[in-house]
């Protein structure tokens, strides 16, 4: 029996065209409402859930829910859409903890699980996209950079980001948000220069 989330129930509702949204447009509203949300989100996922070990691939799993319904429809308000959703992940995550317990096991191979190796052209893609990556990452202002890296693949914390840079911690979500911005426009090149901030 699927278990049903609340995710498509509960958020502000989307736009009342009724069709489907595009990859690219979907990829657009993500990047430009979003991702600049990301500080809000990961302050609500480390508010209200326990492990902290758990919190990236959780914000993983909104993003995942939030581009799969956006998908149907783009919200009308990313916010509450996006917190909403959290909270029916997380919900759904104390569930089935609740009903499913986790046994540990200490030899895998026991198990007849084979390994999940890449295929050749699976790591020649990955290589390209890394490669898009680092070039994209070099076309940004250098304070951008620092912030976005520093953020991004580091994993710093806004506070730990201000201290390292020696900036005020707004400063350092402007950065992050111009940066974001600037990378998703050289890799996609779809988001609406009208939006951008002078």
Not at 15 to 20: A, I, K, P, T, V
Not at 102 to 111: G, P
């Amino acid at each position: 029996m699927t278990e049903t989330t609340d995710t498509d129930r509960d958020y502000v509702g989307p736009n009342s065209s009724g069709s489907g949204v595009s990859t690219p447009e979907v990829v657009a509203w993500f990047v430009r409402e979003v991702l600049p949300l990301e500080a809000i989100l990961m302050h609500f996922l480390r508010h209200n859930w326990r492990g902290a070990s758990d919190i990236e691939d959780l914000r993983q799993d909104v993003y995942v829910r939030v581009c799969e319904a956006a998908q149907n429809g783009l919200p009308e308000q990313a916010k509450p859409f996006v917190l909403m959703t959290a909270r029916n992940l997380l919900v759904d995550r104390v569930r089935r903890e609740q009903i499913v317990p986790i046994e540990v096991v200490s030899d895998l191979d026991a198990l007849g699980l084979a390994m999940d190796a890449p295929s050749p052209e699976r790591a020649v893609m990955a290589r390209d996209e890394l490669r898009q990556v680092r070039e994209a990452l070099g076309g940004l202002p250098p304070r951008a950079r620092e912030a976005v890296v520093l953020g991004r693949i580091e994993g710093l914390s806004g506070r730990e980001i201000a201290a390292r840079m020696g900036i005020a911690e707004c400063t350092v979500s402007e950065h992050l948000s111009n940066g974001i911005r600037q990378l998703a426009d050289i890799l996609y090149g779809d988001a609406p220069s009208s939006r951008r901030k002078p």
